[in-house]
């Protein structure tokens, strides 16, 4: 950040009165540019028992497979934002189950939440952001080729908890944005 | 939004090719400006029976009571943004359980997670934030004085699953802001 959004003047990075961190600070209006962590909403659609993955068209980590999940928008929730990505990568419509994973990104301030799914009806489909769609078993995930931490997280977690019978909710941190 | 927080040039607001929704985008060096929802982090701390409540020296809803809670920093996980509330807010060490309750203030364009708590020792203060702590009994809660409708369903549900001896995840979601 380098210009206020306001009134497009010079900011500099100071600690404010009353604060602990330094903030982008307008050296004009005065205004305060608080910077947070943003939310990715995602889930694992299950469809008896074969797990939705798409192959992203998109960087990063284009070729690479995930399950459905992006930045979430203003004025919906978590769940909505979960299920609008099943629809957008994957064309399917999926109806959101229990909250399955927090992954804290922390370098990239990034928390993704992900939750249980499962299909409507058997109908997916190649989103403008995949290159490819498909059900597959668990023994057949391409574990070397998940896109991202939190994905390979998520699906190990899924994975245990429906051998194991239970649906708890699993926390993880890392350091880096992507492995 | 007026400016490019990049080149500090005027920023329009526009659909950007292959996406679903208007974004301010800078008409001189292109930047899309994506807006997302905030993450609000709080706990529900107890100690013996009890929960320690804040009365908010700052606005909004100066003199309100509210469990500690407040925006989530760059860089920590949503328990240790908890429990670093709990600090400034009250003084008080806490040590993180299972997530409570999460609050969708769609309007306002924040998700508001909390967590029960324990107070590691019975011991606490009136951080800069605050103008009064105290630990109360669920009969003692000023109900009619909870600064926000989040903090209203955290206590709610942490208070039923208290005397269910259960605790699950609860979900809730209102348009407006505030009460």
Known sequence: MNFCSKCGQPVSLRV????????????NCGTIHYENPKL???CVPEWQGQILLCRRA?????????????????????????AREA??????????????????ALRA??????FRARLTEPR????PESLEVKLV?????????????????????????????REDLHFAEVERAAR
Chains 1, 2 share one sequence.
């Not at 997916?124 to 989103?127: D, L, Q, R, T």
């Not at 057949?140 to 994905?151: K, L, T």
């Open 16 to 27: 404010p009165p009353g604060d602990q961190l330094p903030r982008f600070i307008c050296d």
């Open 109 to 114: 301030h990034q928390v993704h939440v992900f």
């Open 137 to 165: 078993e668990e023994r057949d995930v391409p574990w070397d080729e998940i896109a991202f931490p939190s994905g390979v997280f998520a699906l190990r977690r899924y994975f245990a908890d429906r051998a194991a019978g």
């Open 124 to 127: 997916f489909g190649v989103g």
């Open 58 to 82: 998109i960087e990063p980590r284009r070729g690479f497979w995930t399950v459905p999940a992006g930045f979430m928008e203003n004025g919906e929730t978590l769940m909505a934002a979960a």
């Open 40 to 42: 990715v909403a995602g």
């Open 87 to 104: 629809v957008e990568e994957a064309l399917a419509e999926v109806e959101i189950g229990s909250m399955l994973a927090v992954f804290h």
